[in-house]
């Protein structure tokens, strides 16, 4: 449960249509660097549909190679050495290394929408010197699961206009969620397209990971941007993955629906039996993680020694919230990524666990070591 990597299989129409496409020796050239045109079609189709967005697939959609790659070399087209740009702490880690490894600096701002951030925004135009050049979001959030409404988007939009600040806004979880209101997207705001750009992923949505596929979106000049740095770097995908991502977009939508129930059940099981085993964790309302305060009992170890020990004793892993920055100590990250029933064979083992410690520890003041 460590990491967040989707084990249902692709649903099997999207597999043909590659193997299909995969027969036809005209597939197997170089392929388009930001994706071919049915691709890109394909994907403002889908922005259509799901959020009101119109896009213009020539100019305002590129294809990447998973969204990780993408916002990697987003940073790469817009960063230059000694730039600031404003970063959740705790974040999904390539939205801090992909400014570092560009050159830029880092400030921190919180990872849940609500006023503390929009003070740390104002506090970071105010005291940043050179003033930042971008925002970074991630709703629904990986690793803390907060999700963010349309209200949030548009003061941030407002903000960043105000300011001439570009935001990223990373929609990887856009279809993972358990609630009754999906996760909107920053582009459904008057005016979001002159500054933000998005980046949605194949990898959750049609439990694709291993295709690397996935898409930025939005402002004309970044999205320019990041397909001249693309065009240096990439042929694209392989050809075949591109038009089975198209029938992936342009298909059936029950299997999305099946993936998010499999996903909200994982979710119910895992708060209902790590609860019964004495952990208490708030119920995720989108993306594939819980994130899990660490037990008062065990939170003087910290995340990293306290997962370590999990390994050992209950058999479980989980990724320590540190590892997603300074912000995320104290917690850790758990991963829907098992079935029902290893989730409750992994709560079996940390009830275990928990009840040897206790035992021990009663031992241990007994005994007055
Ligand atoms: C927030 C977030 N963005 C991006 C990614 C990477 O997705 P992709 O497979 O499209 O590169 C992940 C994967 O876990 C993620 O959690």
Not at 39 to 44: D, E, S
Not at 166 to 175: G, M, N, T, W
Not at 191 to 219: H, Y
Not at 278 to 304: R, V, Y
Request: hydrophobic residues 40%; contains cysteine; glycine residues 8%.
């Amino acid at each position: 449960m460590g990491m967040g990597n989707p084990d249902l299989p692709t649903p099997q129409h999207i597999v043909d249509k590659l193997v299909e496409t995969v027969q036809n020796p005209r597939t197997h050239r170089y392929s388009s660097s930001k994706g071919i045109p049915g691709l890109r079609k394909a994907q403002a189709g889908y922005y259509e549909r799901r959020f009101g967005v119109k896009l213009n697939p020539d100019t305002q959609v590129v294809a990447t190679l998973g969204s990780k790659e993408g916002f990697a070399n987003m940073a790469q087209a817009i960063t230059a050495p000694g730039d600031v740009v404003l970063v959740p702490n705790p974040s999904y880690p390539i939205h801090a290394f992909g400014f570092l490894m560009a050159g830029g600096s880092l400030r921190s701002i919180p990872a849940t929408p609500g006023p503390e951030l929009f003070e740390a925004l104002e506090r970071a135009v105010v005291h940043s010197i050179p003033k930042p050049i971008a925002i970074i979001l991630c709703f629904p959030a990986n690793p803390t699961a907060s999700v963010a409404e349309l209200d949030f988007y548009r003061d941030v939009v407002a903000f960043a206009r105000k300011h001439e600040i570009y935001v990223l806004s990373d929609l990887a979880y856009s279809e993972i969620y358990f609630g009754d209101v999906p996760p909107p997207s920053i582009l459904q705001v008057n005016g979001a397209m002159d500054i933000a750009v998005e980046f949605t992923s194949l990898s959750k949505t049609f439990s694709m990971p291993g295709w690397r596929m996935g898409f930025a979106v939005g402002n004309e000049r970044l999205i320019a941007a990041l397909a001249r740095v693309k065009s240096y770097l990439d042929y694209g995908a392989f050809t075949p993955i591109q038009v089975a991502a198209a029938a992936a977009l342009n298909g059936p939508d029950d299997c999305i629906r099946g993936t998010r129930e499999i996903y909200k059940k994982r979710r119910d099981v895992l708060i209902d039996s790590f609860g019964r085993a004495g952990w208490d964790i708030p119920a995720p309302e989108a993306s594939m993680f819980a994130w899990a305060p660490i037990p008062d009992q065990f939170k003087h170890l910290g995340s990293l020694e306290f997962s370590k020990l999990l390994i050992e004793k209950a058999d479980v892993a989980v990724a320590p919230g540190i590892g997603f920055g300074e912000h995320g100590e104290g917690f850790v990250r758990i991963g829907l990524v098992e079935n029902e029933q290893r989730i409750r064979q992994a709560a079996r083992g940390i009830r275990k666990f928990f009840e040897d410690t206790d035992s021990n520890s009663k031992e241990l003041s007994k005994t007055g070591a």
